[in-house]
C-alpha cells in the first residue's frame, strides 16, 4: 500500500459520457499529479497540483479537466473523450514540489477504455 | 531534448540469478535518478534512489551504480525472485521534474 488510493481501478466510457477518476493521499503530501500511461510509451505528466493549485499543465486537451479541493483529494473529469485516450491514469504525489531529490508516490492507476 | 532509454525491453533470469537492468540517459545535468518497479496492475513503486555526488548505493538485495561519465545508471537485484518480476523504470531529473524510461520488463523462470 502507497498512501495513494485511486477509484475507480477500471473504467469503461463511450466517447459521449462524462466521468470522473478520483484519487485520495494520505501521506501528508503537498503536491499531487496526474500522469498518463499508454504501452511502450513513458510515464507523461499530464497535471501538477501544489498547495492546491495548478503549476503545471502539460499542453493537455481541454477534455481532461483536473480538480484539486484540498491537498489530499485530486479529480480528473472526462468528457467526451477519443479511443486515443485509452491507458492507465496514474496519481501520484510528493512532499513538496518545486524541490529537488523528490520521489513520487504512485496509486493504483485507472485502467480506462474509451468505446 | 533529455532522454531516458532503456539497453534492453525484456530480460529473462533464472529464479536465484543476479538481474542487472541498465539504463541510459543524455542529459549531463541530471542529478538525481530513481528506479521504480511496476507489478502488473499496480503502479510504480519506488525502489531506490542515487544521487550525483555518488556512485553507488545499496539497498534490500537491490544496488544502483551511476556511471556518470558515460551516463549509465544499472539497477542490481542479487538473487532474483519470482516476486521480482515485474517492469522496472529508470528516471531522471536535472531540476524538480521526473523525466521516465519506457521501462525493462523482468521475467524470472524457475
Known amino acids: 500500500e502507497t498512501g495513494v488510493t485511486q477509484t475507480p481501478r477500471h473504467l469503461v466510457m463511450g466517447m459521449t459520457n462524462k466521468k470522473s477518476l478520483k484519487c485520495e493521499q494520505h501521506?501528508?503530501?503537498?503536491?499531487m499529479y496526474w500522469y498518463k500511461q499508454s504501452a511502450k510509451k513513458p510515464l507523461e505528466l499530464m497535471f501538477v497540483?501544489?498547495?492546491?493549485?495548478?503549476?503545471e499543465n502539460n499542453s493537455v486537451p481541454s477534455r481532461f479537466s483536473p480538480e484539486c479541493p484540498n491537498s489530499s483529494h485530486l479529480f480528473l473529469h472526462l468528457h467526451t473523450l477519443q479511443p486515443e485516450d485509452s491507458a492507465l491514469y496514474l496519481c501520484?504525489?510528493?512532499?513538496?514540489?518545486?524541490?529537488?531529490?523528490?520521489?513520487?508516490?504512485f496509486g493504483s492507476g485507472t485502467q480506462l477504455s474509451v468505446l | 531534448g533529455e532522454s531516458v532509454g532503456l539497453h534492453l525491453p525484456t530480460l529473462s533470469v533464472q529464479e536465484g540469478d543476479n538481474s542487472i537492468i541498465n539504463c541510459a540517459y543524455s542529459n549531463s545535468a541530471s542529478d538525481y535518478f530513481i528506479w521504480y518497479k511496476q507489478e502488473s496492475g499496480k503502479g510504480p513503486q519506488f525502489i531506490i534512489d542515487?544521487?550525483?555526488?555518488?556512485d553507488k548505493r545499496q539497498g534490500q538485495r537491490v544496488t544502483v551504480l551511476l556511471n556518470k561519465t558515460v551516463k549509465h545508471l544499472s539497477l542490481q537485484i542479487a538473487a532474483t525472485q519470482p516476486g521480482d518480476s515485474a517492469v522496472y523504470f529508470c528516471?531522471?531529473?536535472?531540476?524538480?521534474?521526473?523525466?521516465f524510461g519506457t521501462g525493462t520488463r523482468l521475467q524470472v523462470f524457475p
Open positions: 497540483y501544489s498547495l492546491e493549485e495548478r503549476v
Open positions: 528516471a531522471e531529473s536535472d531540476t524538480d521534474k521526473l523525466i
Open positions: 501521506l501528508g503530501h503537498n503536491a
Open positions: 542515487i544521487r550525483s555526488n555518488m
Open positions: 501520484a504525489s510528493s512532499r513538496l514540489k518545486g524541490t529537488p531529490y523528490e520521489k513520487l508516490f
